[in-house]
């Protein structure tokens, strides 16, 4: 079955950085484009960055413009996002995502998430 494990998520103050993975497992990874979003308390779920099926493309939302990159290695099966200069904005439980074609539809397949916040 279809699994996707985040990880790396934590504490850290304004400024710094984290980097978080999503290990990806029952279905043919290079074949889909990977998405992270995030969710903070109170707020809607949002798209935080794409990556199509080889990793040459990429987009992100404007909020996180230059500061994170989504990138992936079809070796290991796994997603990252490396986010530098982290604000108290970026708060939030992170998410993996992988739209796969089942049973003859799209569907939405998400992990766990990963809890990042950011304080001083």
């Known amino acids: 079955q279809v699994q996707l494990v985040e990880s790396g998520g934590g504490l850290v103050q304004p400024g710094g950085s984290l980097r978080l993975s999503c290990a990806a497992s029952?279905?043919?990874?290079?074949?889909?484009?990977m998405k992270w979003y995030r969710q903070a308390p109170g707020k809607e779920r949002e798209l935080v960055a794409t990556i199509n099926n080889a990793g040459g493309s990429t987009s992100y939302a404007d909020s996180v413009k230059d500061r994170f990159t989504i990138s992936r290695d079809n070796v290991k099966n796994t997603v990252y996002l490396q986010m530098n200069s982290l604000k108290s904005e970026d708060t939030a439980v992170y998410y993996c995502n992988s739209r796969l074609w089942r049973t003859g539809i799209w569907r939405d397949y998400w992990g766990q998430g990963t809890q990042v916040t950011i304080s001083s």
């Open positions: 029952g279905f043919t990874f290079s074949t889909y484009a």
